[in-house]
Structure formats: C-alpha cells, structure tokens
C-alpha cells in the first residue's frame, strides 16, 4: 500500500515526531547530498548561512516544529522491505540492532538522507527514484549509519553549546571592549568575529562528521562484502553542479566537504576494496527497479513518468509505473487490467495483488478487494500495513459477518506495525460495530496517539479506561496514554 501522510495524517510515534523536531532544532539532519543546494548558487549561499545562523537561535524550537510539520512521511510496504533487507547487514556490521533502528520514507523529491536521532534515518522519495542501482542506495544508508554508530547527532549538539559558550563570551568581550573605550565599533566587531568563530567552527566540527561517515561507511559496504562503487557514483553525479559553484564558496562556510575533495577520498578508499567490481545481484536489482518505478508513478506527474518510461520500454518496471498512472490519471478499469497483465506475468509479487486490491478499495469496491488482498497477506504473512490495508477493505463491505475477521485483521496489521493511524481508526469503527464502545475508545486513543495528537489521544484513553476492567491489558494500554509525558 502505497500511502503519503501529510501533517493531519502523520504515521509516526511522538517519539519520532519529537526527533524531527530536534532534526532542525540544532543543525542535525544532517543530508548525504541536497540537490536542492544546487539548483543556483544565490539558494546555495542563503541556505548555508541561514543554517549556520539558526543554530545560534534562541527562537529556533519554535521554528523547528514549524518545519518539521511539512515533512510528509509515506507508508509502502513494498519499499520498506527492500530498505530493511538493505540496511539489515549494514546495520550489524556497525553494531547496531536492526530492531531498534527504523527507516522512514520522506514524501520529497529530492536526493536527500538524514538521520534525526539515534534510531530514525529518513529517505527522501527522491533518493530511491534517482538511484539507479541498489548499491547507489545502499550506499547513502551506508553513510547514514555511519552517522548513527558514530553517535553524531548528540556530539554536534554538545559541539554546539559549546560554540554558543564561545560566542556569547566574545560578545562579553566587545561589551568590555566598549566599556573600556573602545566604542560602539569595537563592540560591533568583536561580536560579530565571535558569532563567525562561532558559525565557522561549527561547520568545520559539521564537515569532519561527514568525512568520518564516508569512511565508516565505506568501512561497512566492504565488511558486508559490497562495492562502494554506488556511492562513488552517487557524489560523482552531483560534482559537477558543484564545481561551477566552487569558485564563488567559502569552503569553511559549508556544512559538507566540497564534492571534488570527498570524491578523491571516497575513490582511493572504494578502489582498495576487493568488492569493488561486485554488482548487485539481478534480482535484487529488479526489485530495486520496480520500488523506483512506483515511487515515481505516485510522485510524479504523467508526463514525467511517461519520459522515464517510455512504451518502447516493456520491462516489468515500467509497466509497474504506467499501470499507476493509469490509476492515478486514467480510469480504475484499465489500472486493474494493467494490474492483471502484471499479475499474470508474477503471479507470486504480493505488491502487485495488494495494489490491485487498493485500487478496487480506492474507488468504491471493497468487496471485490478482498479476494487480491487476501492473496496478498498470503503471500506477506508479516507486513503489518497489507493486513491494515485488508481490515480496512473488510470494514468497508458493511458486512456485518465480516466484523470479528477484520478485527482480527487490523489487531494483528497494528501488533506487526503500529504507526498506522488508518489502522487503529478503522478498529475503532469494528469495535463500535460489536458495541464494544471501550475497546472503540481505546483505538481511537491509539490511533491519535500514533498521529502525534497527544491531548485527543488522552481524551479518548480515559473515557476508555472508565469502561475497562481495571488491571486488563486494555486498560493498561489506556493508562500508558493517559500518563504519556511528552519529551522536552
């Protein structure tokens, strides 16, 4: 099920909401690569003194929810497999568990990476479609892991109160500086070379985090036997935009090493390895192919998807992407006859029967879903949201008799994945249908909990906890919401 979630529909745990917040909160997203720097010079020199002088803010809490409330977050199951069994050995090597660390989709068309906190990476839309190969991506998670073993996130905030003891000392400075005779001008001078020492040093601490992600991740890429060559590539393919900027850049005031410097690192260290040559296997790569063709069938406009995949191409991924389109832009009827075609040519893909089956949900069928969604389930006995996505279809036929099976439907979609909002209020309604208005409360507490909506979560948790018997599991799960403190 391919999903994006907007402000209002926010498919994330506070806890994760509260790690973008701190994301922007101290200059911590810290991004592989951001296409947006390059599309002119002007935005690239805004962007980066703008970054260098938010992270001296008081204001900026304020500011960082704001932000952070446009991230849209997607939701597919198809891409969220590939992307654990890519970061899965990586994740060992670096020591990390693969349980504790998660991989959330960004609805941005950019190329972009960032972790948040020490158990989120975000992968922007945009960095799927634009790698060509697993191993391009692979390598971008490679370096945001990197980040995470490191521990850089924390590191860069002490770095940065630290800086902010620096800066306001300088200040201080000019303050006697001024005191003493030296004037207004003495002061001005002093405090603004207190605030550039400050952004400065910053960037440089900023810069040596990025470097030392590049070399754990190449460090990993070669203990998990794979080439780095995908990551070469990738900061190869953005160099040139660079170069023409370099001229005109203060490289002590850029937040990443300049592209031509991490290239001659990335390429000596890349070449030593005895993977280098390796390439992703073919069925990997056609899976990789078919998550790149969705993403852009559901991001991109007709036209565009229709240049990437033109109908001289017959390849699975490319009817993949026009049978979305056709969905998205056509009629349902001939996005299911696609969706058969596709079927019949991988009769095992659980993707493919589970889109089949939300199209047929999406506009108004949710009897007929059954049956593709079924299969689907069968096929992904463990992803949480094709389960979601079957309770849902289940909820929709009005049929009473199929209450109790969508009930156990949607609890077990939600136990195997809980940030799934949609999930929870779709139980809501199967537990009202049973007039079991407890249990209905209760999931309309989670669901809000899970959407970040944590006054309405408690709200709904104790009108449930009063129906519950007290000490059950359920009320527990109730008095869990009620005493939730949100993180400061």
């Known amino acids: 099920m391919y999903r994006g979630l907007g402000a209002s529909d926010f498919s994330v ?15 911590t997203r810290l991004p592989i690569v951001n296409r947006a720097m390059m599309k002119s010079f002007r935005r690239t020199s805004v962007a980066v003194v703008t970054a260098a002088a938010l992270a001296f803010s008081s204001t900026l809490p304020a500011l960082s929810v704001e932000r952070s409330r446009s991230i849209s977050l997607l939701r597919d199951a198809e891409a969220e497999a590939l992307i654990a069994d890519y970061t899965r050995p990586l994740l060992k090597a670096a020591g990390l568990g693969a349980a504790t660390v998660q991989v959330k989709l960004v609805n941005d068309d950019t190329f972009n990476a960032f972790v948040a906190d020490s158990r989120h990476i975000f992968v922007n839309a945009g960095a799927i479609i634009d790698s060509t190969t697993p191993n391009e991506l692979i390598g971008v998670l490679a370096h945001e892991i990197g980040h995470l073993a490191a521990n850089h996130l924390a590191q860069l905030r002490a770095e ?32 603004t070379g207190g605030m550039q020492f400050g952004q400065r040093g910053l960037l440089m601490y900023a810069r040596e985090n990025e470097t030392a992600a590049d070399q754990l991740a190449l460090k990993y890429l070669a203990q998990t036997g794979q080439s780095a ?28 090493p300049l592209a031509a410097d991490r290239i001659a690192m990335i390429d000596e260290m ?24 969705k993403f852009a069938a559901f991001t991109r406009n007709a036209q565009s998807v229709m240049r990437l995949y033109p109908p001289s191409d017959t390849s699975l991924a490319a009817d993949y992407a026009r049978a979305i389109v056709a969905y998205r832009f056509a009629d349902s009827k001939s996005a299911i006859g696609r969706m058969d075609a596709l079927i019949k040519r991988s009769p095992n893909n659980p ?44 909820v ?8 109790d099976e969508a009930i156990a439907m949607l609890t077990k979609g939600i136990g195997d994945d809980p940030d799934q909002p949609v999930g929870y209020r779709q139980l809501a309604i199967a537990y009202a249908r049973k007039d079991n208005i407890a249990m209905a409360d209760l999931a309309s507490a989670q669901g809000s909990f899970a959407s970040g909506d944590i006054e309405t979560a408690k709200k709904y948790a104790i009108r449930a906890q009063e129906k519950l018997k007290t000490g059950s599991p359920a009320w527990l799960r109730a008095d869990d919401i009620i005493t939730y403190k949100i993180p400061r």
């Open 13 to 27: 745990a506070p806890g994760t909401r509260s790690a973008l917040y701190q994301a922007t909160d101290t200059l």
């Open 160 to 191: 940065i109160r630290r800086m902010q003891i620096l800066s306001a000392l300088a200040m201080l400075g000019g303050v006697a500086a001024g005191a003493a005779g030296g004037g207004g001008g003495a002061v001005g001078a002093l405090a």
């Open 229 to 256: 060559k995908g990551m070469l590539d990738t900061f190869k393919r953005f160099a040139d935009q660079q170069m023409f900027m370099s001229a005109h850049i203060d490289p002590y005031i850029q937040s990443h």
């Open 270 to 293: 890349a070449r030593k390895s005895k993977y280098f040559d390796k390439a992703d296997s073919p069925s990997l790569q056609a899976r990789h192919d078919l998550v790149r063709a």
């Open 351 to 394: 993707y493919f029967w589970e889109l089949k089956g939300q199209i047929l949900l999406e506009t108004g069928k949710p009897r007929e879903a059954l049956a593709p969604l079924r299969k689907a389930v069968s096929l992904a006995p463990n992803a949480g949201p094709i389960r979601v996505l079957l309770g849902q279809a289940l």
């Open 396 to 403: 929709g036929t009005g049929d009473g008799k199929l209450t």
